[in-house]
């Protein structure tokens, strides 16, 4: 009987099994040209244009492929926003060596077109999104007042689907355990409830999508330019935030800066994160 006391206790003291060491990889599945960078950076020159790179993110570990954001491909946006080097989103991952079917997760930065446009590639995959997100966007933005630039229609139309069809997660408010090692924060208002991710291994990083476009962002301490002039304080602390959870600037991930595809090692369309 003692020793079975004894065994309990080791036990309850345990520590908690870590996470998975997950592999990060960025995968560039398209650049738009010369985008003028005071839509990025607050203060930029108002004649100084930055070519963006379009990345979604795959996260491998624990028995999951998980993908941060989905990229797009509906030809309104590819008509409005002409891409160099476009390959659809789907076709982008397959080179990483996962199937468009075997991708089990994917976790919504935010519900701009170039974000979630994607989700129906991936046909068995799980999608993550914060719940105020989702029920503002399919809800009162499409009411009289509401507010919904950006946000596609068919994509919306997509996300409901996903929720009765039972593959649909809601993510409810900030500092939220997605996963075993990846965690979610809300990073103030760059549409109605935006969110970035913590994945937690040697090292940690952070994967701020459009809450911070740039490492320019970063270095030079500006807010993101989307951002209204009453969030951009929220969005320089989140970016503090970032900075803290990550435990360095240089594992902060910015949403579309060509650079991190020079930062880490890269083959072809792929950057190889951790």
């Known amino acids: 009987m003692?020793?079975?006391?004894?065994?309990a206790a080791a036990l309850l003291a345990a520590p908690p099994a870590a996470p998975p060491d997950d592999s990060i990889q960025a995968i560039r599945y398209a650049t738009i040209k010369d985008f003028p960078t005071e839509a990025l950076v607050m203060g930029a020159p108002k004649d100084e244009k930055t070519d963006i790179a379009m990345v979604v993110w795959l996260i491998r570990g624990g028995g999951h492929n998980i993908l941060f954001d989905s990229g797009y491909y509906r030809e309104n946006w590819l008509k409005e926003?002409?891409?160099?080097?476009?390959?659809?989103p789907d076709e982008a991952v397959r080179l990483a060596g996962v199937a468009?079917?075997?991708?089990?997760?994917?976790?919504?930065?935010?519900?701009?077109?170039?974000?979630?446009?994607?989700?129906?590639l991936f046909p068995k995959a799980t999608v993550w999104i914060q719940k105020a997100e989702y029920a503002y966007y399919t809800?009162?933005?499409?009411?009289?007042g509401g507010k919904h630039g950006g946000i596609d229609p068919e994509d919306v139309k997509a996300l409901l689907q996903r929720n009765t069809e039972g593959r649909l997660r809601l993510v409810d408010g900030d500092d939220v355990e997605i996963l075993p090692g990846i965690?979610?924060?809300?990073?103030?208002?760059?549409?109605?409830?935006?969110?970035?991710?913590?994945?937690?291994?040697?090292?940690?990083?952070?994967?701020?999508?459009?809450?911070?476009y740039l490492y320019r962002n970063l270095a030079e301490h500006r807010?993101?330019?989307?951002?209204?002039?009453?969030?951009?304080?929220?969005?320089?602390?989140?970016?503090?935030?970032?900075?803290?959870l990550a435990g360095s600037p240089d594992r902060v991930v910015?949403?579309?800066?060509?650079?991190?595809?020079?930062?880490?090692p890269t083959q072809g369309r792929i950057a190889r994160i951790r």
């Not at 079917?101 to 077109?113: F, G, L, N, R």
Request: aromatic residues 10%.
């Open 81 to 88: 926003f002409p891409a160099a080097d476009y390959l659809r």
């Open 183 to 212: 965690r979610a924060y809300t990073g103030a208002r760059h549409t109605f409830a935006s969110q970035y991710i913590r994945v937690a291994g040697n090292p940690t990083f952070v994967l701020a999508s459009d809450n911070c």
């Open 223 to 244: 807010a993101s330019a989307t951002f209204s002039e009453a969030d951009r304080p929220a969005n320089l602390a989140n970016q503090e935030r970032m900075i803290a």
């Open 254 to 264: 910015p949403g579309h800066d060509p650079r991190q595809f020079e930062r880490f």
């Open 100 to 120: 468009p079917e075997d991708v089990t997760d994917i976790i919504i930065s935010h519900a701009h077109w170039d974000h979630l446009g994607g989700i129906d």
């Open 139 to 144: 809800g009162d933005a499409w009411q009289p």
């Open 2 to 7: 003692k020793r079975l006391l004894l065994l």
